[in-house]
């Protein structure tokens, strides 16, 4: 009966955690990717095959970044197994969110490089805030809340 009670506080802990990483505050963003475009089909703005391609599904679209850390995190973006840059954790007075993510030390000594750069203005006048996302060669536009 103990151990029963113990595993039930665990998942219930697990599922507190897990819920609250999803939602968001003032420093957690909640960001929506509208558009998709990348190098290969050459075309810089909204691309249907592009966004068929990335998404199947909403869940996909959505992702949380973390205005102290730097931290983005989603089922398809995430910055987590990068170094992390946080250039500015913006403001209402004219200054963007900006994050840089690079691959990190270790990763580049193999000769792999990758990069991530993350803007949104959060000075903008909307609830809703855009962001523009680049990641290697695709680029991704939306708007957080």
């Not at 592009?50 to 995190?73: H, M, P």
């Not at 691959?103 to 805030?129: C, W």
Request: proline share 3%; with cysteine; hydrophobic share 40%.
């Amino acid at each position: 009966m103990k151990c029963r009670i113990v595993i039930v506080a665990a998942l219930m802990l697990i599922f507190t955690m897990s819920s609250s990483a999803e939602t968001p505050s003032p420093h957690r963003l909640l960001c929506t990717i509208s558009t998709v475009s990348n190098f290969k089909d050459n075309n810089f703005g909204e691309n249907k095959r592009a966004l068929d391609s990335w998404f199947e599904g909403q869940a996909r679209r959505v992702f949380i970044v973390d205005r102290i850390t730097g931290e983005i995190s989603g089922k398809l973006i995430s910055n987590k197994s990068l170094q992390i840059q946080l250039i500015d954790n913006g403001n209402k007075d004219g200054q963007s969110v900006k994050i840089l993510s690079t691959v990190k030390p270790a990763y580049a000594a193999t000769g792999y490089m990758h990069a991530m750069y993350f803007e949104i203005l959060l000075y903008a006048d909307d609830n809703e805030k855009p962001f523009i996302l680049v990641d290697g060669g695709n680029v991704l536009t939306g708007t957080c809340v």
